[in-house]
């Protein structure tokens, strides 16, 4: 499943139809129900394309800035096969140190627990200058698929519930990884 959003520009057919062609590029890279999330967006000098890939809480992204929006779709997209192609490296590698079943049954094991932002005090929102607030699900998993959906997603640090139901934040070091463990 496509969903293709266009912000600040109306979006022609044709487009729509390269986008969709290029995808198929990497659907076969994909499993069968993975969806493609793509977002459109007219900057002030060129377009910005985000391609987020939804498989089971798992997401990954390939994103790109160009003067005109069909080399930002094709730049996206590769960015995003680069990606997919980091994913079943590291997957690789995993199976050859024997830790691959692990992360394959550790994630089917647990569900999912909702985290909302509407706890909070209205007060400190007053206080802090916020710009946006989003709702996320923490996923249970291990510390490194955390760090493959870190690494997929661009981000410097990532929020999961370890194995232990723990809340933990994985981020980047100079050199490594480190995580925190909320109490």
Do not use: W
Not at 128 to 139: G, I, P
Not at 153 to 176: A, D, P, W
């Amino acid at each position: 499943m496509i969903n293709i959003t266009a912000r600040g520009f109306e979006l022609k057919q044709g487009t729509k139809d390269g986008i969709e062609s290029e995808l198929k590029r990497i659907e076969k890279m994909l499993p069968n129900n993975a969806s493609f999330d793509v977002t459109l967006s007219k900057l002030k000098d060129g377009y910005k394309c985000d391609i987020t890939v939804v498989h089971i809480g798992s997401f990954i992204r390939g994103e790109a800035v160009a003067q005109r929006i069909e080399p930002v779709i094709d730049l996206a997209v590769d960015d995003l096969k680069r990606k997919l192609r980091k994913l079943k490296t590291f997957f690789v590698d995993k199976k050859r140190k024997g830790g691959i079943d692990e992360l394959a049954t550790a994630f089917d094991e647990f569900g999912d627990d909702d985290v909302s932002m509407e706890d909070f005090d209205e007060l400190y929102y007053e206080s802090v200058d916020v710009t946006r607030q989003k709702t996320v699900t923490l996923n249970v998993m291990t510390d490194d698929e955390a760090i493959v959906q870190m690494e997929m997603l661009g981000h410097s640090f990532f929020v999961y519930l370890g194995v232990n139901g723990e809340t933990r934040i994985i981020y980047k070091r100079k050199k490594g990884y480190g995580v925190l463990v909320c109490e």
